[in-house]
């Protein structure tokens, strides 16, 4: 199978995201989130090889089929990609442990807070570590521990997400941490809003709900589809309904699914508070309904009672294209606002 040849940077861009390449080993810096069930080794190597970087999804998979799915993104794309390993999975350690001994160039770590042995055995083996930051706070821990950069992710993101806004956390950590590559992520859905971005001082941008409406990714036609038809407000994130069972919000359309998902923390605060259960059982019995629900949603196609995990952006999509078009009009919208700002600016 032939390699796409990548889409170029342009060389005023270059100005203002060069960092982000240097960091990424990449033509953009333009990052295409772990998405569980979907971005897998086809969506990964085809980010990387169009000159982005994709990141592969560990989610809570079989040790072995995560293996397998980094040595499958190999074979697809000798360009960098990272993997990114979910800290409150089961199987965390073992997928850490199988990205080190692979030598997979950047290592991304999501979900909770990783300790600082896990940081220091990924930067061991040879990777960049990436961690995600929410508050400032863990910002501010997750440097101390040695991350080589990090991903400022706003609460307008899709999947698992923090409780503070995107235009927030500019304020306080990317203008806060100028020593420190940091990727935004969190509501973005144009090129000229990466171009903001950079010239605010971010290395790049990570986007997941974008990605999901290339013709290459394999989420099924019914998820895209509800995805076009949605509006930014209809995707709203889950409450926690006890400090006994902390949870991870969730940003996802709302369906059956979030319904759901309210009947199981009542189920599972019941059974933490008569001793059936301990809480981080409880917890993994939560990360199991998500993993399983967005599967229904985004491989089997069932809308209705499946996770639709999405972003507040998604209310700007507006069609399935190639993934090339798309990167392609990231870059051209990007290149404009530099333009535009230049002009501004006389």
């Known amino acids: 199978m032939a390699v796409p040849t990548p889409v170029k940077s342009t060389e005023r861009l270059d100005r203002i995201w060069g960092r982000g390449k240097d960091f990424l080993g990449t033509e953009l810096p333009i990052m295409c989130g772990a998405m569980t069930w979907i971005s897998d080794p086809g969506l990964v190597s085809l980010m990387s090889n169009l000159g982005a970087f994709g990141v592969l999804a560990a989610g809570n998979m079989p040790p072995e089929l995560f293996a397998e799915y980094v040595d499958e993104t190999r074979k697809l794309t000798n360009k960098p990609f990272a993997g990114n390993v979910i800290t409150i999975a089961p199987n965390y350690l073992q997928h850490l442990d199988i990205l080190c001994e692979r030598k997979v160039s950047h290592i991304v770590f999501a979900g909770s807070i990783p300790r600082q042995s896990e940081v220091q055995k990924a930067k061991d083996s040879g990777a960049k570590v990436l961690c995600f930051a929410s508050t400032d706070s863990i910002a501010k821990r997750m440097i101390s521990y040695g991350a080589d950069g990090l991903i400022l992710e706003g609460s307008e993101a899709g999947g698992h997400i923090g409780h503070v806004s995107t235009i927030v956390l500019l304020q306080e950590i990317l203008f806060a941490f100028p020593e420190v590559p940091i990727f935004v992520a969190g509501g973005i859905a144009t090129g000229k809003m990466i171009a903001h971005l950079a010239l605010m001082g971010a290395a790049g941008a990570q986007m997941g709900t974008r990605f999901?409406?290339?013709?290459?990714?394999?989420?099924?036609?019914?998820?895209?589809?509800?995805?076009?038809?949605?509006?930014?407000?209809?995707?709203?994130?889950?409450?926690?309904?006890?400090?006994?069972?902390p949870v991870v919000s969730v940003r996802a359309l709302n369906n059956h699914a979030m319904s759901h998902f309210g009947e199981l923390q009542l189920q599972l605060l019941e059974k933490l508070k008569d001793g059936e259960l301990g809480r981080q059982d409880a917890q993994f019995k939560v990360e199991e309904y998500w993993v399983g629900s967005l599967r229904d949603a985004a491989v089997a196609g069932d809308v209705e009672h499946g996770s639709l995990m999405a972003g507040q952006s998604v209310g700007m999509m507006r069609k399935v294209q190639p993934l090339r078009e798309i990167i392609e009009d990231l870059v051209a919208e990007a290149d404009t606002a530099v333009g535009e700002v230049s002009a501004r600016l006389g």
Do not use: D, G, W
Not at 215 to 244: D, G, L, W
């Open 212 to 245: 999901v409406l290339a013709e290459e990714c394999n989420a099924h036609e019914k998820f895209k589809n509800v995805f076009i038809r949605a509006r930014s407000r209809e995707a709203v994130s889950t409450p926690q309904y006890s400090a006994m069972l």
